[in-house]
């Protein structure tokens, strides 16, 4: 049991490419997020997942793309990255009942030059 | 928007002394709190959380909280420091399919 996974752990992009960050769960978790933290920012929700095909914005969601295809993978996609986006983004998921907890990815370390 | 507030920003103390971390929310309907710590080069774990019942919530490594409804507070409590206990805190707030953080408390524990 893996767990919450994220890949690159870490990645640099330019201004203007286009990457996919990697968010994977093995617990069968029908509800998933995406956040970025930064200094004095706290985490940040980007976009959220209640299951597989559903996904709504968080606080945060402009210049970032969601889908949900399956049940396991709830990849994020930067189309045109800027140094706005340069942050730690983290993946979390958990049970859709009412009271479980959000069990948090390793992070993705992002820097946009 | 919901807004989660977290006053000490950066918190320094020796071993074996209290603490407390505040946490104040804006939200005024039914919302889930929780406290989330993270360990240096680590990923935010659980502390605790509170979803209904006793308003004293104890959680893992001695810690507990206290939610005052009529103050939209949920304090973070620990009677005794460890230099382990070194991490970022940050208190969240679930409201419906959405989570707030607040911006976090940076604790320094000094052996």
């Known amino acids: 049991n893996a767990g919450v996974t994220q890949t690159p752990k870490f990645q640099v992009l330019k201004t203007g490419q286009s990457m996919t960050l990697q968010c994977a769960q093995d617990?069968?978790?029908?509800?998933m997020s995406w956040y970025r933290q930064d200094p004095g920012m706290g985490l940040r929700l980007i976009h959220y997942s209640v299951g597989a095909g559903i996904t709504d914005q968080g606080e945060v969601p402009n210049g970032y793309n969601v889908s949900r295809s399956t049940t396991e993978d709830f990849p994020l996609r930067l189309l045109s990255a800027a140094p706005s986006q340069t942050s730690v983004y983290f993946c979390?998921?958990?049970?859709?009942?009412?009271?479980?907890?959000?069990?948090f990815g390793p992070g993705t370390r992002l820097l946009v030059l | 928007a919901q807004s989660v507030s977290q006053h000490n920003h950066h918190v320094i103390l020796s071993e074996a002394a209290s603490l407390e971390l505040g946490c104040n929310y804006s939200y005024g309907g039914t919302v889930n709190l929780f406290w989330y710590v993270q360990y240096p080069g680590q990923h935010l774990q659980l502390l605790l959380k509170y979803f209904s019942g006793d308003p004293l919530v104890k959680g893992i490594k001695g810690f507990e909280a206290e939610f005052i409804k009529s103050k939209f507070s949920f304090n973070l409590r620990k009677p005794s420091v460890q230099w382990s206990d070194t991490a970022e805190y940050f208190c969240a707030v679930r409201t419906g399919n959405q989570f707030y953080f607040g911006t976090g408390t940076s604790l320094t524990v000094i052996p």
């Open positions: 617990m069968n978790h029908e509800y």
């Open positions: 979390a998921s958990s049970a859709y009942e009412y009271q479980e907890t959000q069990y």
